[in-house]
Nanobody
Framework: QVQLVESGGGLVQPGGSLRLSCAAS????????MGWYRQSPGKQRELVAA???????DYADSVRGRFTLSRDNTVNTVYLQMSNLKPEDTAVYYC???????????????WGQGTQVTVSS
């Protein structure tokens, strides 16, 4: 199996910054993509940032220019640097990974347990 462990969430004041991390572990042959989603109370889970098939990064309009997605393949970890945070960024942030566990397996979708980000004064 594959585990995704997120960290870095917390309480921050408007205008502040946080960096989320998500480390993948377990039986992994290849990680095709890692990204971040978020869900606020009463709302559907939405994309925050994730790689595209063409090699770019897709950002939600509401975070573009403030959030940056990066990845360290040597440690199977993806990061989300969040700057100029706003109260509307408050949500549970989930890591998502498309993983191939073995060369003869298909690609499977995995989710982390979520990390709470609260932006409030």
């Amino acid at each position: 199996q594959v585990q995704l462990v997120e960290s870095g969430g917390g309480l921050v004041q408007p205008g502040g910054s946080l960096r989320l991390s998500c480390a993948a572990s377990g039986t992994i042959f290849s990680i095709l993509a890692m990204g971040w989603y978020r869900q606020s109370p009463g709302k559907q889970r939405e994309l925050v940032a994730a790689p595209t098939r063409s090699g770019g990064i897709d950002y939600a309009d509401s975070v573009r220019g403030r959030f940056t997605l990066s990845r360290d393949n040597t440690v199977n970890t993806v990061y989300l640097q969040m700057s100029n945070l706003k109260p509307e960024d408050t949500a549970v942030y989930y890591c998502n990974a498309h993983v191939q566990r073995r060369p003869d397996y298909g690609v499977e979708d995995y989710w982390g347990q979520g990390t709470q980000v609260t932006v409030s004064s």
